[in-house]
């Protein structure tokens, strides 16, 4: 375990920086693509799914060298940016169109009207799911040794809360079949999280080196 100088003295280096837009850049595209579902074979799946599973990669990184304070502050933060892009989806919406963009302004508000209520979806799963995360990648850290355990046990456990609150809420009377779209997403998302455990650990693994060098010139 880095020392909390150690890690504040690491903090303004680029790292930090490029994980938490990631996270962000992920989470604001994630509502804006998850009007699309999308059909894969048996799964029908929003589209967020290829983006959304990035933020809880982010997460995890940032509670794995960091720690669960500066975790738990980035969910704050992406709460927060989603409520500012709600913000602006609807006062977009609501701006008068030019002449010559009156015809598109109905298609308009249609594909971001309904981004509307995915952020708002999204604002509750978000919430209770990344929270959910936070706390089981740091139970299952003080437990279990192996990276790959906290990484892949607290995405699956959060993901599928996540999964089922955001559906629920953004599809219902929209979808016919609620079910098959929970479990579609849900298969999907715990492939996201199996897959990405090389990158946890590559990432880990080249911050941790970092720190050490850091360490080691206070030393």
């Not at 008068?96 to 981004?115: C, K, N, R």
């Not at 355990?149 to 609150?165: F, H, K, V």
Request: proline share 4%.
């Amino acid at each position: 375990m880095f020392s909390s100088k150690t890690v504040k003295r690491f903090l303004p280096e680029k790292y930090l920086m490029i994980l938490s837009a990631f996270f962000v850049v992920s989470l604001v595209i994630s509502n804006v693509i998850a009007a699309k579902v999308v059909q894969i074979g048996w799964f029908e799946i929003p589209a967020a799914v290829l983006a959304y599973p990035i933020t809880f990669l982010m997460t995890d990184i940032i509670s794995e060298i960091f720690g669960k304070h500066y975790a738990k502050t980035l969910v704050k933060i992406g709460f927060a940016v989603q409520l500012f892009s709600l913000v602006l989806i609807y006062l977009a919406i609501y701006l008068p169109p030019t002449i010559y963009m009156v015809e598109f302004d109905s298609v308009f508000q249609a594909t971001l009207g309904s981004s509307a209520r995915f952020v708002i979806a999204s604002l509750i799963a978000y919430l209770v799911a990344q929270t959910i995360d936070v706390h089981m990648f740091h139970a299952l850290k003080a437990r279990f040794t192996p990276k790959w355990i906290r990484n892949n046990g607290s995405t699956m456990i959060s993901q599928l809360a996540d999964t089922s609150i955001f559906i629920t809420i953004a599809f219902i009377g929209v979808v016919p079949n609620i079910g098959i779209m929970i479990v579609s997403q849900y298969v999907v998302k715990f492939c996201f999280a199996a897959l990405d455990t090389p990158i946890f650990y590559f990432i880990t693994r080249r911050m941790e080196r970092k720190l050490k060098e850091v360490n080691y010139e206070n030393s």
